[in-house]
DNA sequence: CTTGACCCTGACGTGGCGTCAGGCTGTTGC
DNA sequence: GCAACAGCCTGACGCCACGTCAGGGTCAAG
């Protein structure tokens, strides 16, 4: 059985334009092309078009989609798993959105008005799809993803709930003690990163203070982590980086 | 109170090119400039940004963002009645996802393959989200629509005095009820919830039974909103929450 | 009075296609 | 046996919603 783009391009719900560019960037290209020309694609370019279509639903930019499905250690199986608790994310996330509106609406026939950080909350410390999607790329072969996903799998909406606002209370901590001036290898510094360190633990994976360290390494090499505290707090990043290192090495 | 373009870029979530984007396409304006020019934001332009990013969330484009924004006729409440639906059309949709992707899993677990019909359903028939916008101007034609559109988007002062007659009668008997000593799971509680929750679904919006028991839960866990029905009687947001959350029970 | 974070306005770049333009192919109907 | 028309092809340019410098002004703390 094969198809043409037209074909296809009715099947998947895209445009003709949106297969010739895939074709193009060579995301999904057709096995086979007639002597005139033509595409012809079949079923293992349907496939891939499928899970195409699914991350790119998800957020992701094309060209990462290529190199996930590039990637010749991940079976379809995995990807199935990963785009499964990315959509779970979105449901979550989603719901979040409308009970915020719901809110909203309450608090207005009640002639209540919400804080500002109220009303973007649930537009606010939203890290995005990809950002999950890397992090497995990074840590999916390790013992310690594999556990962070069975603990997170099981949790439920309070579950999270009370996690982030665990962690949220050790960040503002953290923020606190950098405005106040606390140095950061101090020990009321090094505390919090031991503090931090056990969250982890208890709540994802096993985080020994190695692990830990290179983790705080991580908050100021890779852009994204250092964004998510910078938000927080400017210098937070660098700040939580060296606590988190001091400690580790008051450990060792 | 106001806001600079970096303040409210971090309370949002956006970042300053963004909002000077907004501001160069005259989407969201800062209602003033300060001597040296830096933008002010006040508490309206929040309000505007706030509906605009949910607006650009569900996948409108900003053109059609601000034709909605500025349409006169259209009030707070009409746009947060229409994004609650948009968002409960994703729910929907994610929910369907999430389904494809568990049956694609179960599948291959069995070693059955899908028929190509079968795995784009979910892609194929979707329409994107501005669709729902013009399927609500579809259903604008229909009597029942346009109708309960323009009583609430309408809404003559007297139209409202009765509606908060109506919610007060019922805040009333609430409290009658717990000063009456009647459990707050019983028949007759639970009788007034329903009562409840079709004046809010009559009035405002469609209201399920799910939902209204998440506005349950949020009457004891919102200080406002408790602050709200203890001025009525003490005890009250506690009773009305469980009589709510027990009507829920009961439909469901 | 300097430093460093923050603000301003251009101006160009980018991703993911949409939208012609100009031309070839393949099937159906007469 | 050929016309007509739907469908395919490859450029090439356009567009939206910003990202990303560049070059320069502003302001509060020390």
New interface residues.
């Given amino acids: 059985m094969s198809w043409t783009v037209g074909e296809l391009a009715r ?4 445009t003709v334009r949106t297969l010739h560019h895939y074709d193009r960037i060579g995301l999904v290209r057709p096995s086979e092309r007639t002597s005139a020309g033509y595409r012809s694609y079949d ?1 293992r370019d ?1 496939d891939r078009l ?1 899970q195409v ?2 991350y790119r ?1 998800l957020g992701f930019p094309l060209e990462e989609v290529a190199t996930l499905l590039d990637d010749p250690d991940a079976d ?2 995995a990807h ?2 990963r ?2 608790r990315l ?2 994310d ?2 979550e996330r ?2 979040a ?3 915020a ?10 002639g ?1 008005s919400l804080t ?2 109220e ?2 909350e649930v ?4 890290l995005p799809e990809e950002y999950a999607g890397e992090a497995e790329e990074r840590w999916g072969d390790t013992e310690a993803w594999a556990q962070s996903q069975r603990r997170t799998a099981a949790m439920s909406k309070e579950d999270w709930l009370r996690v982030k606002a665990e962690s949220d209370d050790v960040e503002r901590r953290f923020a606190a003690a950098l405005a106040g001036g606390v140095p950061a290898d101090s020990v009321a510094a090094m505390d919090l990163a031991e503090e931090h360190r056990q969250q982890i633990s208890r709540h994802f994976y096993d985080c020994s203070p190695e692990v830990h360290g290179g983790l705080g390494r991580m908050y100021v090499e890779d852009e994204r982590f250092t964004a998510y505290y910078e ?1 927080i707090a400017p210098g937070l990043a660098q700040y939580v980086s060296s606590a988190v290192q001091a400690n580790a090495a008051r450990q060792g």
Avoid at 101 to 110: D, L, N, P, S
Avoid at 123 to 126: A, E, L, R, T, V
């Fill in positions: 099947l998947a719900g895209v079923a349907l499928q279509l699914l639903e379809p199986a199935l798993r785009q499964h959509l779970r979105r449901l989603t719901s959105m409308v009970a509106v719901e809110k909203e609406m309450e608090a207005r026939q009640m209540i500002p950080e009303r973007f537009f606010g410390d939203w938000r």
